[in-house]
């Protein structure tokens, strides 16, 4: 069964340092989603990106964020001086066309020290 | 808010037991899904409903939706222990993003 993967699976970085994190989602989705959950909490919403630009995105989207769809199959998510507080659980999601079921990925644990 | 909200925060039953969880939302939504999230890993879609459906199956599960009271069910019939895990519903708003409450904690006792 097609599934969405993200690697890598933890992170460690350091304040200020920049990270990217990749995601493969499912071939035929075209809607693409990243979350973020904080240890203990909810799951936040980041930003979904449709057709190649950014079609939604929360206060958490700061200019600190960026996504990208660099080729056919990955869609990255940066951030580009992490905070401590930045440390987190990081899901990719995708949807397909007319769906509006979610898949997830297994996460990346981002811990910046 | 506009968040999903679970009810209760715990539930512990014996295996084999039926076990619900509720939920409650705030605005009006496009459809409700329920995930559920084993510790430390990532988020797994169990159901969708959308908003003009009261009532769908999906193997042992049952979800119910009540869009007058704004609130859902999720029922798991005869519990493994396997569905010990966490979950989510999350009702999906007119913008098409899904909003997360905190969760129900699902312990399957053998």
């Known amino acids: 069964e097609p599934e969405v993967t993200q690697t890598p699976s933890h992170q460690v970085t350091q304040m200020g340092q920049e990270v990217i994190l990749r995601c493969v989602p499912i071939?035929?989705?075209?809607?693409f989603y990243w979350y973020r959950q904080i240890l203990g909490q909810k799951v936040e919403f980041l930003v979904s990106?449709?057709?190649?630009?950014?079609?939604?995105k929360s206060e958490i989207f700061d200019d600190q964020f960026s996504v990208e769809r660099p080729d056919g199959s990955n869609f990255t998510l940066k951030i580009r001086s992490t905070k401590l507080e930045d440390s987190a659980m990081y899901f990719c999601?995708?949807?397909?066309?007319?769906?509006?079921?979610?898949?997830f990925g297994p996460g990346t644990r981002l811990t910046v020290t | 808010s506009q968040q999903g909200e679970e009810d209760p925060q715990a539930l512990s039953i014996q295996e084999g037991e039926n076990a619900t969880m509720n939920c409650s939302y705030k605005?009006?939504?496009?459809?409700l899904q329920w995930y559920r999230q084993n510790s430390g890993r990532g988020l797994v879609h169990l159901i969708l409903?959308?908003?003009n459906e009261r009532e769908k199956h999906s193997g042992r599960l049952r979800v119910t939706l009540d869009t007058s009271k704004k609130s859902s069910s999720l029922l798991i019939t005869a519990s493994r222990a396997a569905d010990t895990a966490s979950y989510f519903c999350?009702?999906?708003?007119?913008?098409?993003?899904?909003?997360w409450g905190a969760g129900t904690k699902l312990i399957i006792k053998p």
């Open positions: 990106f449709y057709n190649n630009e950014i079609s939604e």
């Open positions: 999601a995708s949807s397909e066309p007319l769906s509006y079921e979610q898949y």
């Open positions: 999350a009702p999906m708003d007119s913008n098409y993003q899904l909003i």
């Open positions: 409903i959308r908003s």
């Open positions: 071939s035929n989705h075209l809607y």
């Open positions: 605005t009006s939504i496009n459809n």
